[in-house]
Structures are given as structure tokens and as C-alpha cells.
């Protein structure tokens, strides 16, 4: 990553990345089936999956409806942050 992010922020990308492609991954799409039907690139769907890349939240959205969940449900993270 060329930012200079924090330990807890740098998790909280691999998280986000995580729940994609758990999400994804249930929808039976591969990345590239998914970057169509949101109109992304697959090969930037796979950099946020890998917690590489700080994803907009227009992005995130697109993301959100192409996989059925609405964007609350989808930031849902059992975690703590």
C-alpha cells in the first residue's frame, strides 16, 4: 500500500475485503462476473478483496447491490473497530 495507514485501519480494508468475497463467493460469481455487474474492473475487485485498496463508498454501494445487500447489512462486521 503506498498510504501510510494505521494497524486498525489496514484490518479494517482486509475486513471489507473479506466479507466481498464471503459475499461473493455465496452468490456462486467469480471476480470477474461480479466487476461487470458493477462496473468495475476484476482486477481492482481483487485488490479490494486483499485489503489493497481503500474502497469509496460509491464503490462500495455499486458492490453492495450487484451482490443483493443493502449496504447497511453489508458493513455489518462482527467485529470490533
Known amino acids: 500500500m503506498g498510504v501510510n ?8 480494508l482486509v475486513q471489507i475485503g473479506n466479507r466481498i468475497k464471503e459475499l461473493r463467493v455465496k452468490s456462486d460469481l467469480s471476480q470477474e462476473k461480479l466487476a461487470y455487474a458493477c462496473d468495475l474492473d476484476r482486477t481492482y475487485i481483487g485488490s479490494v478483496e486483499r485489503g489493497e485498496r481503500n474502497i469509496s463508498i460509491i464503490n462500495l454501494n455499486k458492490i453492495a447491490i450487484a451482490l443483493k445487500i443493502s449496504l447497511s447489512d453489508f458493513l455489518f462486521l462482527n467485529n470490533e473497530y
Open 5 to 12: 495507514y494505521s494497524s486498525q485501519e489496514k484490518l479494517l
